[in-house]
């Protein structure tokens, strides 16, 4: 299964709106159906929203019809603006087109600069999917065997572009012979949980279970979650992680049950620029998203709605955050710090 695959100049995904009653791939053909797909999270997941975005910007360069290089280098400011005024929360869309912006800058001519754009991209998926193996194979170490395992939302394959975060996680432990069981929260609204997280794990044989958002403590509770897996959108430099909203309900539920909270996430997905998860810009979606089920309205007409789509869980929730370079704990702001001064990305 490939989410993202650059053919011949074009972008090719699977629209993750369609699953799992339907496996469709769109070609986009130009950044502003990049933008839109983003938008419309027809591709989600922070990673995967990196890796798509900076094939966009690629994309869109081929298309800007100058050889002046100053002329060229605004229009394309043009397109990583357009391509970044999709999703303001996950900070791997605006690493990755920062990335190529740079590299823009430095070129000598409009048509190196094309060509080195779209090698670039390549090189942050190549990237991101190196990093994930490694990540995932780090973290299954924390995995022990007969283990049921809580997860939120989706961050497998289909959100990373690459081999997975949490759930990689729990594929690597796997394959490594521990029989596991996950528990999957549904994920409102958008059930991203019921529709993808479920589907990937049957596409692994995982044995996974499905459940509300409301039944989590419940379980919890009963000692029925060995520990919890999560991804991140965003993680402050003191180790504040940004996920999909819900995550905070979930860590506070685990440590007050004594459970532990793993956070998987490669090191793009961290901000060491933002001191706290205070300062984290949160998405606020439509709400059609809420008061809407498969199409059907399920609410009043004209009711309030807020729809914030991520929630930031502080780090005094998080047992420890999982990356390609190893596995961090308190206090994050030196690990984080240490793991970057290796870190050429």
Request: glycine fraction near 8%; charge should be negative.
């Amino acid at each position: 299964m490939k989410p993202a695959e650059w053919i011949d100049g074009k972008l090719r995904i699977i629209d993750q709106t369609r699953l799992p009653l339907e496996q469709v791939l769109l070609e986009l053909g130009n950044y502003q159906e990049v933008a839109q797909a983003i938008k419309e999270m027809r591709v989600r997941g922070a990673p995967a929203i990196g890796v798509v975005g900076a094939y966009g910007i690629a994309m869109g360069a081929q298309e800007i019809e100058t050889d002046d290089i100053n002329d060229f280098v605004i229009a394309l400011c043009q397109v990583v603006e357009a391509i970044t005024l999709t999703r303001p929360t996950a900070i791997n869309l605006f690493r990755q087109a920062d990335r190529m912006q740079q590299l823009a800058l430095r070129g000598e001519s409009v048509g190196q600069i094309k060509t080195a754009l779209v090698a670039e991209a390549k090189s942050i998926h190549a990237e991101e999917e190196d990093s994930t193996r490694r990540l995932s194979q780090i973290g299954a170490e924390l995995i022990g065997d007969e283990f049921s395992v809580l997860t939120h939302c989706n961050a497998g394959v289909l959100a990373t572009a690459g081999f997975g975060t949490a759930l990689g996680v729990l594929v690597a432990a796997k394959k490594q012979g521990k029989k596991i069981r996950v528990f999957a929260d549904e994920t409102r609204p958008l059930l991203q949980g019921a529709r993808l997280t479920a589907w990937e794990l049957m596409q692994e044989n995982i044995p996974v279970t499905l459940i509300t958002d409301s039944m989590s403590g419940f379980l919890l509770r009963r000692g029925e979650i060995d520990c919890v897996v999560v991804g991140a959108d965003r993680i402050a430099a003191n180790g504040d992680v940004a996920n999909k909203i819900g995550t905070y309900t979930v860590a506070v539920l685990a440590k007050e049950n004594r459970v532990p909270f793993y956070v998987a996430a490669p090191l793009s997905t961290v901000d060491l620029s933002v001191p706290s998860g205070d300062e984290v810009p949160i998405e606020e979606r439509g709400p059609e998203e809420v008061t809407h089920l498969a199409g059907r309205r399920i609410a009043p007409e004209g009711v309030d709605v807020r729809n914030p789509a991520f929630d930031v869980t502080p780090h005094t929730y998080v047992t420890a955050i999982i990356t390609e370079k190893g596995v961090v704990r308190e206090p994050y702001d030196e690990g984080l710090r240490r793991l970057f001064d290796h870190y050429a990305g």
